[in-house]
């Protein structure tokens, strides 16, 4: 390690202070000390530690205080706790808090070096680790988000900040480009994280029935209510909702929602009594909800309501350097599924990876490669058995072009795609949604935009 890794060291004993940092300073670390929780903390506000080891029982503050302190403002700081005798429940207690390790005392020399060191080395994975798998919160949570690319690292950082707050959250992107992914990660994140995460996808509830799917209704409010029901909102409480293709939602309904957004109250279909409620919202489409606005489909103002914070998924075309780390994880994930062990890719299997367009992207990717290594036989992933799950055609295409004029646009891809599979399911759409792995509402919308009938 470059510079000097810096540790803060809490107790209030001073005998235990003095020989801990002693030991440290021997050891090529920089120890400061502190006697108690309060005088902890001004240390953490002045400068960053890469560890803090710290007594459970101290007044004022004490190590529980500490540790919800660093974990909400300095999440890369590992903190090891100290236990005393009788204190093992408050240990339990500080490793669900996110505590690094505990360490019973009395402990020796060799016994605190080695937890130190494995903090270091832990750190530094997690300062080199380009998916940021960092703990963070309160909830030893993980950040699921991974890449190398600055893209993926400027999200995360944005998602760090962003699920410190309560903003209202606009993700957009297209299809599979992991808006989902963020949201959770988002909620998981914030101080909602043990409450419910709820997400909706707007397209895919029929235009009467998504009202009472968001908000209630009481009982005998319309035909065929014969029972109350709470709605997504009220299931949500103290939690976060997605709003999942937003850009789908029925202009009747955006002027609702506005209205429950700006009063942070619901009221069911048929109950005159409003409610309120504490629910996040976070939206997401892949439509452009600005030409919505221009042609008078998506309300401006619910727009900047929700649009408080923007996350925008880069397609995964443009953030091809994390294929081959995408790949890798996806590989091991997938061989740990299907018991599977030491599986590689061919070469001409990255190099296909590397420069196939993944219209779908990183849900393509992932499906592609679990696909793969259910099918292949042997240890090596060969480009074909990557094929098989992937829009065979657009495979066939990109492999082998028909003749030597460039290769059409993404959409004029998809265009033929879908006709083909059209034509060879025979017109049955079910078959066709299937077979190319989108849902009905999908396979509508693409019919739409292309003219297809
Ligand atoms: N950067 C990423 N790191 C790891 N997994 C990802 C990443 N982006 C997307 N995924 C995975 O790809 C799949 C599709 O992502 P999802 O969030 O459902 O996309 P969207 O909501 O945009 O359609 C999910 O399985 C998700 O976990
Ligand atoms: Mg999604």
Not at 250 to 276: H, T
Not at 346 to 354: M, N, R, T, V
Not at 417 to 435: F, M, P, R, W
């Amino acid at each position: 390690m470059t510079e000097m890794t810096k540790i803060l060291v809490i107790d209030d004993q001073i005998g235990m202070r003095k020989s801990l940092s002693i030991l440290l300073k021997k050891e090529g670390f920089h120890a400061d000390t502190a006697e108690n929780g309060e005088q902890a903390i001004d240390y953490l506000k002045k400068s960053s530690y890469d560890l803090v080891i710290t007594d459970m029982k101290m007044s004022p503050g004490t190590g529980l205080d500490i540790l919800y302190y660093v974990r909400e403002r300095h999440p890369q700081t590992d903190v090891i706790i100290m236990t005393g005798y009788g204190t093992v429940d408050s240990a339990v207690l500080a490793m669900k808090m996110g505590a690094f390790d505990y360490i019973p005392k009395p402990f020796n020399n060799e016994e605190i070096l080695h937890r130190v060191r494995k903090s270091m080395n832990h750190l530094e994975i997690v300062k080199d680790m380009p998916s940021f798998q960092k703990r963070t919160g309160a909830e030893n949570n993980k950040i699921p988000i991974l890449g190398i690319s600055a893209a993926i690292k400027e999200i995360v950082a944005v998602v760090q900040k962003i699920s410190k707050t309560d903003i209202s959250v606009l993700i957009t992107g297209e299809t599979g480009t992991g808006k989902s992914l963020i949201a959770k990660t988002i909620h998981s994140l914030s101080r909602r994280a043990n409450k419910p995460f709820i997400s909706i996808n707007c397209a895919s509830v029929p235009e009467n029935l998504l009202e009472s799917e968001l908000f209630g209704h009481e009982r005998g409010a319309f035909t065929g209510a014969l029972l109350e029901r709470k709605g997504l909102f009220e299931a949500a409480e103290g939690g976060s909702i997605l709003l999942d293709e937003i850009g789908s939602m029925p202009l009747s309904m955006q002027a609702k929602l506005l209205d429950v957004l700006q009063e942070q109250e619901i009221r069911r279909i048929g109950s005159n009594k409003s409610k309120a409620i504490d629910v996040r919202v976070i939206a997401a489409t892949n439509s452009d909800l600005n030409r919505a606005i221009d042609t008078g489909a998506f309300r401006s103002d619910l727009y900047y309501r929700i649009k408080v914070g923007h996350i925008h998924m880069p397609p995964l075309r443009e953030h091809t350097e994390d294929i081959p780390f995408l790949a890798k994880h996806f590989l091991e994930s997938a061989m740990g599924k299907l018991d599977k062990t030491d599986m590689r890719f061919s070469p001409e299997a990255l190099d296909f990876l590397q420069n196939y367009k993944f219209p779908g992207n990183v849900r393509e990717l992932a499906n592609a490669i679990s696909g793969a290594v259910t099918v292949s036989e042997g240890n090596i992933i060969s480009d074909q058995d990557l094929a098989l799950t992937l829009t065979s055609s657009l495979f066939e295409m990109q492999k082998y072009p028909e003749d030597d004029t460039q290769p059409g646009s993404l959409e004029e891809w998809e265009k033929e795609i879908i006709i083909e599979s059209i034509k060879k399911n025979a017109g049955n759409l079910t078959k066709v949604c299937s077979e190319l792995k989108i849902g009905r509402t999908t396979l509508w919308r693409k019919m739409k935009k292309y003219n297809l009938q």
